[in-house]
């Protein structure tokens, strides 16, 4: 196994993606060390790495702290660099710290590894946000960049630090831009991760699903595991080296139907179509499915778990473990 006796670093590794991509790097052998702020509205939980935290080192400390992450950061092999600001909301009402984590902080982790560790690889969990409204569907890497939102713009940046440093200075990095990621660990509490999460512990909890305005609204979602497999694959691609690639999924759903989708799988549950907010409507792109070509041709990647499966997976996932991720034990 490629990761086997390698040291790897995940910054965000109590996250969703983070420990779900930790499992997958503790099962092919590897040394891995989790970062995480455990800051309680951005998603780390110590419950998601239950099963097998004896085999990981777990820092609690926040990316922003330059000092730490320069120790953190020597003699890794690779560092997978998920820990980010991601509710487009919440980059709304506090911009500055939205820029703090997502790109100051990404500026300076790209800085202790060209002074400490130049040889590192990096993959960069980057967002399908900072394209905005579509032009065109469906929407490649050559699409016009036009955020909505000050997520968007400082997502953006830290991308774009990570690929000048591979340009300029030699480090290997490359970025991804994720879709709507979904499946076990993710946030249900509320929306600031991704409406699904919502979507899921409102249907568990017996009460209507909300979905904003017609919901005609086309999307394309890929299940963790998909995710991480391809963070796994760009890891140890040269040919990943300085590109940036977009997720996404063949299967592309409108909202409504997500939810009838949902509703169909045998846990109960209803919708009903609500108007949307006026602070969500000024930032909300319309249809959006990615193409996801590149990645396909040049790292061999596609997803594999179809939607009904992993939303499936999902609900019964969350139905068990509920208490562990809104507190409830009924």
């Given at each position: 196994?490629k990761?086997t006796?390698?040291?790897v670093l995940?910054t965000g590794?109590l996250g969703?993606?983070?420990s779900?991509l930790?499992?997958?790097?503790?099962a092919?052998g590897?040394?891995?060390?989790?970062?995480?702020?455990?800051?309680?509205h951005?998603?780390?939980?110590?419950?998601?790495?239950?099963?097998?935290?004896?085999?990981v080192?777990?820092?609690?400390?926040?990316v922003?702290?330059?000092?730490?992450?320069?120790y953190?950061?020597?003699?890794?092999?690779?560092?997978?660099?998920?820990?980010?600001?991601t509710?487009h909301?919440?980059?709304m009402?506090?911009?500055?710290?939205?820029l703090?984590?997502?790109?100051?902080?990404?500026?300076?982790?790209?800085e202790?590894?060209?002074?400490?560790?130049p040889?590192?690889?990096i993959v960069?969990?980057?967002?399908r946000?900072?394209y905005?409204?579509p032009?065109?569907?469906?929407?490649?890497?050559?699409?016009?960049?036009?955020?909505?939102?000050v997520?968007g713009?400082n997502?953006?940046a830290?991308?774009?630090y990570?690929?000048?440093y591979?340009?300029v200075?030699?480090?290997?990095?490359?970025?991804?831009?994720?879709?709507n990621t979904?499946?076990?660990?993710?946030?249900?509490?509320?929306?600031?991760?991704?409406?699904l999460?919502?979507?899921?512990?409102l249907?568990?909890?017996?009460?209507?699903?909300?979905?904003?305005?017609?919901?005609?609204?086309?999307?394309?979602?890929?299940?963790?595991d998909?995710?991480?497999?391809?963070?796994?694959l760009?890891?140890?691609?040269?040919a990943?080296?300085?590109?940036?690639?977009n997720l996404?999924?063949?299967?592309?759903?409108?909202?409504?139907?997500?939810?009838?989708?949902?509703?169909?799988?045998?846990?109960?549950?209803?919708?009903e179509l609500?108007p949307?907010?006026?602070?969500r409507?000024?930032?909300?792109?319309?249809?959006?499915?990615?193409?996801?070509?590149l990645i396909?041709k040049?790292?061999?990647?596609?997803?594999?778990?179809?939607l009904?499966?992993g939303?499936?997976?999902?609900?019964?996932?969350?139905q068990?473990?509920?208490r562990?991720?809104?507190?409830?034990?009924t």
């Amino acid at each position: 196994m490629k990761y086997t006796n390698a040291k790897v670093l995940i910054t965000g590794g109590l996250g969703f993606i983070g420990s779900n991509l930790a499992r997958a790097l503790v099962a092919q052998g590897a040394d891995v060390t989790l970062v995480d702020s455990l800051i309680p509205h951005y998603g780390g939980n110590p419950f998601n790495i239950s099963d097998f935290g004896d085999k990981v080192t777990v820092n609690v400390c926040d990316v922003r702290d330059p000092f730490a992450m320069a120790y953190l950061l020597q003699g890794k092999d690779y560092l997978f660099n998920l820990a980010g600001q991601t509710s487009h909301m919440d980059s709304m009402t506090d911009p500055q710290t939205d820029l703090d984590i997502n790109a100051t902080a990404q500026l300076s982790i790209l800085e202790a590894c060209r002074k400490a560790n130049p040889d590192i690889k990096i993959v960069f969990a980057s967002t399908r946000q900072l394209y905005g409204k579509p032009d065109y569907l469906p929407v490649d890497e050559k699409h016009p960049i036009r955020p909505v939102d000050v997520n968007g713009i400082n997502k953006l940046a830290g991308e774009w630090y990570h690929i000048l440093y591979n340009n300029v200075y030699g480090i290997r990095a490359c970025a991804l831009r994720l879709t709507n990621t979904y499946g076990p660990g993710m946030r249900v509490k509320d929306a600031r991760q991704t409406f699904l999460g919502i979507w899921v512990r409102l249907l568990i909890e017996g009460k209507p699903i909300k979905v904003f305005g017609d919901g005609m609204q086309l999307r394309d979602f890929n299940y963790v595991d998909d995710c991480v497999d391809a963070l796994l694959l760009a890891g140890t691609s040269d040919a990943a080296n300085g590109k940036v690639y977009n997720l996404g999924s063949a299967e592309v759903v409108g909202l409504k139907v997500l939810a009838e989708t949902l509703i169909s799988l045998g846990h109960g549950g209803s919708f009903e179509l609500v108007p949307f907010p006026a602070e969500r409507k000024v930032i909300d792109i319309g249809d959006y499915y990615s193409d996801f070509s590149l990645i396909a041709k040049e790292l061999n990647w596609e997803p594999k778990v179809n939607l009904k499966s992993g939303l499936h997976r999902t609900i019964t996932y969350y139905q068990t473990h509920r208490r562990h991720y809104w507190g409830e034990t009924t």
